[in-house]
């Protein structure tokens, strides 16, 4: 009688887990988005004048294929674009009301396409040429700090400790990488002692939320300030009065993939790189595997999530988030290297301009997974990029709308309106036995 | 969340007419040290104290007469120490004759201007402090006073120039559009979190940001800056809208600081004294128990935000309209970020967040002289502020360096748990009253265990509760 | 595996959990460690298991001297523990919980998932659980989750097994299944430390015991000794098990519930379509398994949860459009089920704590609008029933979190008690508190019964359940199985606890004896003896 018993308890499912079907309310959230975003498109068309036509510029300077302009009818251009974006919202209105869920490939299509009639209608008969592949690199380049600093957050909070202070870290990078560059005269001496100064910030955060229990959100403040201080104040002094010695400007050579850089419009922007964006592309992959699939992956999201579940397996609960915060320290030292040796440019006050919060805004968004917060931060570069470009060819879009549009969105985001955002249990709770 | 064991309410009363053992074996002398490192105002002290010799190092570091002695150091030891006293002297003697009382200045008003400077700079901190400060009493982490602040100068400065109206009327219209500016953008954030349960430390970020481009886009309006130059700067404030001067001409000290004198009694009254300030401080405790009261906590969260940025929107139109003027993109430097230190360093109490105000406008001003005096940059005060709040953030450690014994002669570590249930609730949500005085406030439950019997007073299945309940 | 304990003491602060605690558990035994709430069973546990380290005394593992600097060693040395809140990370799948710690990698530390799953299908063969390997831990009934538990401990071998309060979350019948588990592991030579403050399971289970109380062991005992011994030596004095009571007067019907259904914040159905009515001056227990919609059913009835159909009617009175607070101040007097997350303010003080749901109105409010509060007579009045509810405190301006837990649960009867009720809720109102403490609270429930006050218990233990019922509602996933009289046995309450009807449970239980009830008939037996 106990075996059955057994078996029979083990169906029961949970009472509270049933799923009570017909009583879920189907989610419109993303259909109407899609759709007022289409009908958006829809009038970007109606308002382009007739005859109008757009300029794109498809090579950078050192291709391999010089691409001439392409020049397209503004008007048919955007009606094709216009009728592809109805017709996906029109399936996403289809799939919600069979509660389908989408794929992916649904939002990135979709987003691909209506930048795609956006810049159609923004560039219509202005003259200006739009600068297609400039403004991918360029908005590459300004993804690659934040897609550091987002995987640093994301390796803290994994392990369930809050890191508010990204933005230190990347400029403590930022500030070593040139300094090392430039007094030991080699580029790649920067990249090695960026992430030394991350790992320091990083190391000061566990010093004081894991030993003595700061409040982790306060501790990363004051490390903003500690580190805007002094950064600024050795900016000040040592830095202005010897620049020769202390800042002058090194730049990490371009290192072309070979073939791979020759693809035309994705080459140059992707392959055509330092190495510190390689190394990028490397860390957010084998992060990608190594959280879900290796043991120091689940044992970062244990103790995230229930710390006191791993210490009752013996795994040290405050050593691993020591470990983790100061790896996730040195991750984002690499990506503030990428402001000064990485573009070349000496380095300059509070030049970290905000990243670091863009890079928490990334991580959140990409509801803390490496892909997830790998995409946002990509869409944050590429509309601070698409902002830079409209302020040059000037278009009725004020630029300031595009540069707050990551931190609108972010908001959306943890106001729920992009699906439930979730962060490890533990996240900002320091643990005591 | 499960995770804190604490299950205080099971464990027996601690009998309080047992002393620990620790402390039964410590003599008279250390006991008084004990006590000594309880009291707030001397960490605080020994932190301003830590932070002093952090700076010391700084400065001599940056010195090149430091450096030119260091170089012959063995050669000359004592030709090193008397450069190193004699730029410490000059540095620090230059910060507090910048903050306090300038004795080289040619005449008594001159040399008591200082102070009122300090004043001066202190208004904002005090009001945005004092927002800051409701907010950690309430259990919100309100990182927004930048956004809050800037929202304030730009609905107040605007009024300000745009209006013309009555000396009286006119600074008090444009006293309410600063509050009204900065309890907007708050409210956002409040709104949102008693909604949607947004997590109010990253919407407020956020928003600071967006307050930052919000104000540059205005700055290029020509309906709003009313200037007619291309510059992004407005035109100045009619003195109808200004805030009168105290002291007359020759001070710059005006009636802000009498707001933030009241502002700061009305912050007390509110939390000590009202119902609203229950609330606040029960939802601040426990939000849980707060609903369980019948309290609407989406309602009293969301109002906490609405009145700590009214309070950042007051101290950012305080700054125009009596210290400022005009509007610039950098109207706001980095009071925000200050006002945080400061409601820390006031451990969210009206009066210390005013005193702490003080102390960091000093610095400020103190900072200015010393810049201008022996050329150290003002960045240190960064520095200072900086370790000050991590100092007193973690009170051990400022005991350690100084060799005080532990608060109750008992490894502080146990006296945590007791509050860390509350503490646990939700993820990055779980933001909660910032923990500086972790010596006071818990050491009451000090002598109870950690978990001596964790009986079921979680729930059982607590593993598979949602983060957030 | 032989575990013995030499004069173990552990202290926190001026407070001695673990008094030189001694015991010796042979190998193949199951040893029950029996003491109340608080009497530092626990703490003696998670010293064993390396979660403390003691004071003073020893730990020996067939009789060599061990020590452990956590968790990870006591678990090299053999002993593994299932705790009552069970160590589960819920966002993790089975596989995934019982490699944590332990996990079989191949290069660079990559898992191998299959090894691990490997394990827990051989484990849960030879024991005959029926886990799936890849189920994610939060979607599993509490049930399977204790056996993933015990997967865990067996996967690392261990030969001393510690099970704190096991059966807490179990219906009889699980606690029969779990029974037979922990019987063929002790046959197969593991040790069991069964920890519990339940005499019958003590009686049924255990081939020894040793009993604790204040930190200090005060006897060791067979398991033939009578419930009656047994319960003296736990409390230290002769104890009712329970409470004398007048039976019911129960007059007019004052307190409805319609058709009430109630989703959780995933949209799934936590109560289903209860109906419920109560007379004034009875006392109705809603009985079952932690998790099956009661405490939801008493939150809606409180107002933290909006139904989204059914009614809930009070003298007639639609509570829907009410809030909380106008609930409460309508005459609903609340204890909520955790009272240290619910029910105080830790860091508040006892007057602000018994004010807690008073403080916006008169006398304890003042001024325009009351929007002052009022100190003095805040303190007068906490003052006044603390007193009369016999809180043990230093002032009523100490915090709260200074009271222990039967003094906190004082307080907040007070608070709730000190209104002119209609109706009285309370979820769980004895859990985590000493014998002492639950006899007051018992007490003062049936005195506001006696008052007239219809008085709704919700109480996962049917110990409870049966000493303080007029009648007997059964909750199972989110319906009522049925309402039957407080005279009902354990056995029918327990497959109704199981989601069998009134009448068909009356059939099985006639057949069907559990191992529990058989062990109550005994202890009846001899009591009458």
């Known amino acids: 009688m106990s075996e059955q018993t057994v078996s029979t308890a083990a169906v029961q499912a949970d009472p509270l887990k049933q799923t009570a079907t017909g009583v879920r309310p189907i989610s419109w959230k993303y259909p109407i988005t899609y759709a007022v975003l289409a009908a958006l498109a829809v009038l970007f068309v109606l308002t382009i004048p007739a005859g109008a036509r757009t300029h794109f510029r498809l090579s950078s300077g050192g291709d391999f294929f010089e691409i001439p302009l392409v020049e397209l009818p503004s008007r048919p251009a955007g009606w094709i674009l216009a009728v592809i974006l109805v017709a996906l919202a029109g399936l996403a209105i289809w799939q919600a009301s069979r509660r389908i869920r989408t794929r992916l490939w649904l939002p990135l299509l979709f987003g691909v396409l209506f930048v795609l009639a956006f810049l159609v209608w923004a560039g219509a008969d202005r003259g200006a040429v739009i600068p297609l592949v400039t403004m991918l690199t360029g908005a590459l380049a300004l993804s690659v700090p934040l897609i550091f600093g987002a995987m640093c957050g994301l390796v803290g909070e994994r392990s369930g400790v809050i890191n508010i202070a990204i933005e230190a870290q990347l400029l403590a990078g930022a500030f070593l990488a040139a300094v090392a560059a430039s007094v030991f005269t080699s580029a790649y001496m920067g990249l090695v002692f960026a992430p030394i100064a991350g790992a320091l910030v990083g190391a000061l955060l566990v010093f004081f939320s894991v030993k003595y229990q700061v409040n982790q959100i306060i501790v990363g403040v004051v490390l903003n300030v500690l580190i805007i201080g002094l950064t600024g104040y050795l900016f000040s002094t040592a830095l202005t009065q010897n620049p020769e010695l202390w800042n002058a400007r090194q730049q990490l050579p371009r290192l072309p993939i070979p073939g791979l850089s020759q693809i035309p419009i994705i080459g140059p922007v992707l392959f055509n790189q330092t190495i510190l964006v390689y190394l990028m592309y490397l860390i957010v992959g084998l992060l990608n595997i190594f959280l879900f699939r290796s043991r120091w992956g689940l044992r970062t999201r244990a103790v995230g999530e229930h710390p006191k579940a791993a210490d009752t397996v013996g795994i040290k609960v405050n050593r691993m988030r020591v470990y983790n915060v100061i790896l996730g320290g040195a991750i984002a030292g690499l990506g503030g290297a990428f402001f000064t040796i990485g573009q070349g440019l000496a380095f300059g006050k509070e030049m970290s301009a905000g990243a670091g919060f863009i890079a928490l805004a990334a991580m959140i968004l990409g509801r803390w997974h490496p892909i997830g917060a790998l995409l946002a931060a990509l869409l944050f570069g590429f509309s601070t990029s698409l902002g830079n470009t409209l302020a040059t060819i000037g278009t009725p879009v004020p630029s300031e709308a595009l540069l707050m549009l990551p931190y609108v969105i972010t908001i959306f985001a943890v106001a729920g309106f992009v699906g439930r955002v979730r962060p490890p249990a533990a996240n900002g709770t320091p643990y005591v036995k | 969340m499960s995770a804190s064991g604490s299950q205080q309410g099971m464990t027996p009363a601690p009998k309080p007419e047992h002393q620990s053992p620790w402390a039964e074996a410590e003599g008279r002398l250390s006991r008084a040290l004990r006590e000594l490192g309880q009291t707030s105002w001397v960490v605080t002290v020994l932190a301003v104290v830590v932070a002093l010799v952090v700076g010391a190092v700084l400065i001599l570091a940056a010195n090149r007469d430091v450096q030119a002695s260091l170089s012959y150091f063995f050669a000359q030891p004592t030709a090193f120490l008397e450069t190193a006293f004699q730029v410490l002297r000059e540095a620090y003697s230059a910060l507090f004759r910048g903050a306090v009382f300038d004795w080289q200045a040619p005449s008594a008003a001159r040399s008591i201007r200082p102070l009122t400077e300090t004043m001066v700079y202190s208004v904002p901190l005090i009001l945005a402090g004092l927002g800051i400060a409701i907010g950690f009493r309430s259990g919100m982490l309100n990182i927004g006073g930048q956004g809050q602040i800037i929202l304030g100068a730009t609905s107040a400065g605007f009024l300000g120039y745009a209006l013309s109206l009555p000396v009286g009327l006119h600074v008090l219209l444009a006293l309410a559009g600063g509050i009204l500016g900065g309890a907007i953008w708050g409210g956002i954030a409040g709104v949102l979190k008693a909604r949607t349960g947004a997590n109010e430390v990253i919407v407020t970020i956020m928003l600071n940001n967006i307050a930052i481009y919000l104000l540059a886009y205005l700055l290029q309006q020509q309906w709003y800056k009313q200037t007619g130059s291309n510059q992004p700067l407005s035109s100045s404030v009619d003195e109808s809208a200004q805030l009168f001067s105290l002291l007359g001409s020759g001070f710059r000290l005006h009636a802000g600081f009498l707001i933030a004198i009241l502002a700061t009694l009305g912050v007390w009254w509110l939390l000590e004294r009202s119902t609203l300030g229950f609330e606040f401080r029960a939802i601040g405790e426990n939000p849980e128990a707060a609903r369980t009261a019948g309290i609407n906590v989406p309602k009293a969260t969301a109002l906490v935000l609405v009145i700590a940025g009214g309070l950042a929107g007051l101290g950012g139109a305080a700054h125009v309209l009596g210290t400022e003027y005009r509007l610039a993109g950098g109207v706001a430097g980095t009071l925000g970020f200050d006002a945080i230190t400061v409601a820390l360093l006031g451990r969210s109490k009206p009066l210390g967040t005013f005193l702490a105000g003080l102390l960091l406008g000093g610095l400020r001003a103190g900072g200015v002289l010393m810049q201008a005096q022996t050329g150290t940059p003002i960045d240190i005060v960064l520095v200072l502020q900086a370790v000050i709040v991590l100092m007193i953030a973690a009170p051990p450690l400022v005991r350690a360096i100084f060799f005080l014994p532990h608060a109750d002669g008992r490894p502080r570590i146990r006296r945590r748990s007791a509050r860390r249930k509350t503490e646990a609730a939700a993820g990055t949500s779980s933001s909660r009253q910032p923990e500086l005085q972790t010596a006071s406030t818990s050491g009451a439950s000090s002598a109870e265990p950690p978990s001596a019997e964790s009986s079921s007073s979680e729930s059982p299945n607590s593993t598979t509760q949602e983060p957030g309940k | 595996m032989k575990l013995e304990l030499r004069g173990v003491t552990k202290r926190f602060g001026s407070f001695t959990a673990n008094d030189r605690i001694s015991l010796t558990v042979a190998p193949g035994e199951i040893h029950a460690l029996l003491g109340e709430n608080g009497a530092g069973k626990s703490t003696l546990m998670n010293t064993i298991y390396g979660l403390y380290s003691p004071d003073e005394g020893e730990i020996l593992l067939d009789d060599r001297e061990v020590s452990f600097n956590g968790p990870g060693d006591a678990v090299a040395a053999g002993i593994g523990m299932v705790h009552q809140h069970f160590m589960l990370i ?218 989204v159909a059914g009614s809930i009617l009070l003298d007639d009175q639609d509570l829907a459009p009410l809030s909380v607070k106008q609930r409460l101040a309508a005459g609903l007097g609340f204890v909520p089920e955790d009272r240290s997350t619910d029910g105080v303010i830790g860091a508040f003080t006892i007057t602000e704590n018994y004010v807690l749901d008073m403080y916006d109105r008169p006398p304890y409010a003042g001024g325009p609008g009351n929007v002052a509060l009022r100190l003095p007579v805040m303190r007068e009045a906490a003052q006044t029933q603390a007193e009369r509810f016999d809180v043990r405190m230093g002032t009523v301006d100490d915090p709260i979190s200074t009271l222990s837990g039967g003094n906190q649960q004082k307080v907040v009867l007070a608070r709730e008690m000190s209104r002119d009720l209609r109706l009285f809720v309370a979820s769980q109102p004895t859990r985590g508190l000493d014998v002492g403490s639950i006899e007051f609270v018992h007490r003062t429930i049936i005195e506001e019964r006696d008052k007239g006050t219809p008085c709704l218990i919700v109480s996962t233990e049917l110990d409870e359940a049966l000493n303080l019922a007029d009648r007997i509602a059964v909750m199972y996933r989110g319906k009522v199985v049925g309402i039957v009289p407080a005279s009902t046995s354990r056995d029918v309450l327990g497959l109704m606890m199981a989601g069998v009807p009134a009448d068909e449970a009356q059939a099985q239980a006639a057949t069907h004896h559990t191992v529990l009830a058989e062990a109550d008939e005994q202890a009846e037996a001899e009591e009458n003896q």
């Open chain 3, 90 to 307: 819920p966002v993790f799948t089975v596989t995934e919980s019982v490699a944590l710690g332990y996990e079989p990698t191949r290069a660079a530390g990559i898992m191998d998932m299959a090894v691990a799953r490997a394990k827990v299908l051989e484990i849960s063969a030879r024991f005959g659980f029926d886990v799936d390997p890849d189920a994610r831990i939060e979607d599993l009934p509490v049930g399977a989750q204790q056996r993933v538990e015990i997967i865990k401990a067996l996967s690392r071998d261990a030969r001393v097994l510690i099970l704190d309060e096991p059966t807490a979350v179990l219906t009889p019948q699980e606690t029969d299944e779990l029974i037979t588990i922990m019987g063929q592991l002790r046959d197969s030579g593991t040790s069991i430390v069964f920890i519990t403050h339940k005499l019958r399971e003590v009686r049924a289970v255990a081939d020894r015991i040793t009993v604790i109380r204040r930190g200090a062991v005060v006897g060791e005992t067979s398991p033939q000794s009578t419930e009656t011994e047994l319960a003296g030596l736990m409390v230290g004095r002769e104890v009712n098990l329970t409470t004398a009571k007048e039976p019911a007067d129960p007059g007019e019907v004052s307190f409805e519930v319609r058709g009430l259904t109630v989703l959780s914040s995933a949209d799934k159905v936590v109560v289903d379509d209860v109906d419920l009515s109560m007379r004034r001056g009875e006392i109705l227990v809603i009985a079952g398994v932690d998790g099956n919609g009661q405490s939801e059913l008493a939150q809606t009835i409180l107002g933290l949860r909006t139904p």
